[in-house]
């Protein structure tokens, strides 16, 4: 008889509360380390708090990794009652998190380590897609092949309102970040589905109002290859009427079945700031 399969993530899955608990996912937060003091990612760290120690302090926290000792301790009490685990990492090219998680599961019979090759909803997209097919009764072997090939169909990206924080946490050089200032560019961040490196894409020039209708037209228009059955508007922190205006946008191009609001949790705001916003989706 198969045994009954628990499905963990980790935090920087960016799904919200209710979509946790609807797909009964168990969240493990990741580490973020601010000013000698650690703390969990959205248990007691979150990301306005990150803003304001920011604007006060000018320090950014630097986020660490799930050891494999933590995912081990995590997920026994799951495997001892009996049941299956796939746990649904962060992209193996952005943290080392999937390399712990797979570590602790060549330790651990019936721990199923899965990279997501993503981060934040796009990673979200590939949780969900496991507990589709939990609920459908498939063998846990079937799933963790079907997700793993899910993961290259996700599409992930976002457009970022200012280069301070990239810059701040080293990922951005003050003269690029001074040429983008002045020509008011707000360029899109792409996740890359082969290896989970994160590329720039376009870079948009104008009012984020205008950035980000382009934008939303640019990934939707004239396509016949996305998945209308969900799509995601994740942001760090920006206006409902900014949502709004997204969500408007992409009516014009193309119905989903689900439009999905969620925030960013802390991994994603400490190195994007505020204003940043991307939509996700699925390929056919």
Known sequence: MAKPIVLCADSTCDLSPELIEKYNVHILPLHVNLDGNSYMDGVDMTPDEIYAYYREHKVLPTTAATNMAEYIDFVTPFIEAGNDVIYVNLGSGISVTHNNCRMAAEDTPGLYAIDS???????GHVVIAAAERIAAGMPVEQIVEEVRAFTKKVEASFVVDTLEFLHKGGRCSAVAMLGANVLKLKPCIEVNNDDSTMTVGKKYRGSLDKVLVEYVKDRLEGRDDICTDRIFITHSGISDERVQLVREAIEQYMHFDEVLITR????????????????LFARK
């Open 117 to 123: 090759g993503n981060l934040s909803t796009g990673m």
């Open 264 to 279: 960013a949790g802390c991994t994603i705001s400490a190195h994007c700031g505020p204003n940043t916003l991307g939509i």
